[in-house]
């Protein structure tokens, strides 16, 4: 969080987790600053007095001012107060406000317009050093009648700084910010905390005004004469009190009506009787997926709350002003999102990496690889200074991402910055050569391959370019046919299984495709394709002592498949004429293997897919455990006014109907009808571009790992 100059207050909160157990969130009293660069002081207590003293390193906090941590003490849990300070224009709106301005909160499950009136001074102040907790007094004001500003403003409880999701700042020219005078001053009770809002009313307070009354009509204004337009996002209540997102497609008067109606593309799916796919009564007035369209008069829409943008005059929602480098955003990895949470937090429009500037190829990849996978989080940040280029990722771009489910352009503009060539901030590049930028130079990681040949000969990749021949396959393959052609035509294997495997599909450049369709297979068994491996014979299913490339494409030996064999099954398979030409080579073997163990089966499972269509990157990402847990990223899905002056808005949508698909078998798959298949599954097979594989039990052992090192 960027702010115009540095608090002169000795305040500070933690925005780390500190090793002496001092939690994130707390706010310190500053006494002194050691040589070291550790701060020392008094921890605040929830209700503003001090309570202990502690030590804490000065890179784990964040300063602030008096004022600020008055605000902030008012806020429960300490994590919600991060939560605000990430949010920063709306809380320097917030720390700004002044009388009658106007602002928004969330009361009694609704969004309800308030006037600013008091600032209260909340708790006691039983010795030097404690500070009052600060909250507002605010009152209600009813928009549905606007046109009568004398009607009798609704007392209200005293909110909290986090209450106010919106600030609509006054427009008259005398704005006389927020003071407190002190409590001797004002003969002030203490007022107690208010967690869950209840019936506190202002006037048993026993608190005097410390405002001047004014006409308040300007402020009111803006906010009530929200007026939308086409591509507009709005929230409506549902009958059955659910909220519905969706864009306004068309504005007007339908048949039948006599007042104006916005015409919603919604979200998702939503199963009613009203919706359509824009067809309203007879007449058709736009055109989207079935059951996603609903109509409903306009006064009943309002501003998406999920994305707490300003309002222009016109209430057009303009996209989030948050810096490109957010203080608050700790360096420490912020985990994956689990299952649970990625439909509440990642689904809709406004969600996930926003696109600008050619950047879909660097959106689609680096969503893929941070979305639900930490195969690639490990970093060495010894070799990255605080301000270095992985950390710049890791907390403009991972942690934000999965805390909040959204990134703005601003901040992938400040990474791409930083990656050493300016071509990365204005031109599109294959992602391959961003992924080997990404991992090497930024993440430092080693190469997540590590291949051998038969001649003993070591290499190191971080992806795998697919190379086969068309003739070696079928019409439509899956990737585990074409990695192990691809691998065993090169006389290559895997010397130890990869915690990430990034296969690239088989093109000739962006446009021409091999092949029409690949299947993403959802398990990659790499047991055959692993060095020093155990093995089972293709024929009878014992231990196998060789392999034979030469059999690989025989068409009386299920082609494509890979062919070992016992001793014995090998002897009598090459007896045949036609194959006594073949040259099996001697497995490297684990010793001490009896013939007959049964052979372990090392597999990887698929996490995401990037797609290409028209130089256009997206991706499909597969989140958690469940099958049909799967999610479509575009950062470039939609857009909001013109090139010059607009901007991208990001879209991500569930798409289980993918593996509906991919759960087939190999022979229903092979007869499927894939013209009768949803547009994302049809994407899916005809655009995949890359597939990105991880080892699960390598990343199950991780976390456990650093549970341990943790406790």
């Known amino acids: 969080m960027e702010q115009k100059e540095e608090p002169t207050e000795g305040y500070f909160i933690v925005i780390r987790r500190s090793k002496k157990g001092f939690s994130r969130g707390s706010i310190w009293r500053k006494d002194a600053e050691t040589p070291e660069g550790d701060l020392i002081g008094m921890i605040y207590g929830g209700s503003g007095s001090l309570k202990s003293s502690g030590r804490v390193k000065k890179l784990d906090t964040y300063p602030l001012s008096q004022h600020q941590a008055q605000l902030l003490l008012f806020v429960s849990p300490a994590g919600r107060r991060l939560d605000l300070l990430c949010h920063v224009q709306l809380f320097g709106a917030i ?27 909340v708790g006691k ?20 009648e606007q046109d009568s500003l004398s009607k009798k403003a609704v007392s209200l409880p005293v909110f909290s700084a986090v209450d106010i999701v919106q600030v609509v700042p006054s427009h008259l020219n005398s704005r006389q910010p927020l003071r407190v005078n002190s409590a001797a ?25 410390i405002f001047r009354k004014q006409d308040v009509s300007n402020s009111i204004q803006v906010l009530s004469d929200c007026s939308f337009e086409v591509g507009s996002m709005v929230e409506v209540m549902s009958d059955n009190g659910m909220t519905i997102y969706g864009v306004i497609r068309w504005i007007g008067v339908p048949e039948g009506k006599k007042n104006d109606w916005a015409g919603l593309e919604l979200d998702s799916e939503f199963i009613s009787s009203d919706n359509s796919d824009g067809m309203f009564g007879t007449k058709r007035y736009f055109t989207c997926k079935g059951n996603t369209a609903l109509f409903v008069p306009l ?27 957010t203080s608050l955003e700790d360096s420490d990895n912020v985990p994956p999102l689990g299952e649970p949470e990625i439909l509440s937090r990642l689904v809709g429009r406004m969600r996930g990496i926003q696109g600008h500037l050619n950047s879909c190829y660097l959106d689609a990849t680096l969503f893929s690889l941070f979305t639900s996978s930490s195969a690639c989080d490990g970093v060495n940040t010894s070799a990255d200074s605080e301000e270095g280029i992985s950390h710049i990722l890791r907390r403009d771009i991972v942690n934000p991402l999965r805390r909040s489910g959204f990134v703005p352009a601003e901040s992938v503009m400040n990474f791409r910055k930083q990656l050493g060539c300016k071509s990365f901030t204005t031109e599109e590049k ?41 003739k070696q396959v079928g019409v439509l393959p899956s990737v585990q046919q074409l990695l192990e052609i691809s691998l065993v035509s090169s006389d290559l294997k895997f010397e130890e299984i990869p915690s990430c495997l990034i296969v690239q599909m088989p093109r000739f ?31 009878c299913g014992r231990l196998a002592d060789y392999e034979c490339p030469h059999c690989l494409m025989d068409h009386k030996l299920q082609p494509g498949r890979i062919k070992q064999y016992c001793s014995t099954c090998n002897t009598q398979v090459h007896i045949h004429p036609s194959r006594q030409e073949h ?60 090139d010059n002056n607009g901007y991208n808005i ?61 406790t």
């Open 95 to 121: 720390c700004d406000l002044a009388e009658d301005d106007v602002v928004v909160v969330k009361y009694k499950k609704d969004f309800q317009p308030c006037l600013v009136k008091n600032l209260m001074e």
């Open 125 to 144: 102040k039983d010795k030097i050093g404690d500070l009052h907790m600060l909250g507002f007094e605010l009152e209600l004001l009813d928009t549905a």
């Open 185 to 209: 001053d004002l003969n002030r009770n203490a007022v107690t905390r208010i967690n869950s809002l209840p019936s506190y009313k202002s006037h048993s307070l026993k608190i005097g005004s």
């Open 299 to 325: 006064n009943r829409c309002k501003p998406d709350c999920r994305f707490q943008f300003n309002l222009s005059l016109n209430g057009i929602p303009k996209p989030p002003e948050t810096h490109s480098v």
């Open 430 to 470: 294959d992602p391959e050569e961003f992924i080997a930028i990404l991992l090497k130079d930024v993440l430092h990681l080693e190469p997540l391959l590590k291949f051998r040949s038969h001649g003993e000969l070591s290499q190191d990749a971080y992806t795998h370019q697919i190379i086969v021949e068309k």
């Open 509 to 539: 450049g962006k446009k021409f495709k091999m092949f029409s369709k690949i299947i993403p297979s959802t398990e990659l068994d790499i047991t055959d394709v692993l060095h020093f491996s155990s093995r089972q014979c293709f024929l």
């Open 583 to 642: 040259a099996p080579h001697k497995l490297i073997l684990p010793d001490h293997v009896p013939a007959d163990a049964p052979v372990q089966r090392k597999t990887m499972q698929l996490f995401a897919v990037l797609c290409i269509n028209t130089s256009h990157y997206v991706s499909f990402v597969k989140y958690g455990p469940d099958p049909r847990s799967w999610i479509f990223f575009d950062s470039m899905a939609d857009r909001y006014g013109d």
């Open 650 to 710: 990001p879209v991500i949508r569930a798409c289980p109907e993918v593996a509906d698909f991919l759960s087939q078998s190999e022979e229903e798959l092979a007869t499927a009808n894939l013209s009768q298949c949803t547009d994302l599954v049809q994407r899916l097979l005809g655009d995949a571009y890359m597939c990105l594989y991880q080892n699960t039990e390598s990343q199950l052992a991780s976390s456990m790992s650093t549970d341990v090192s943790i």
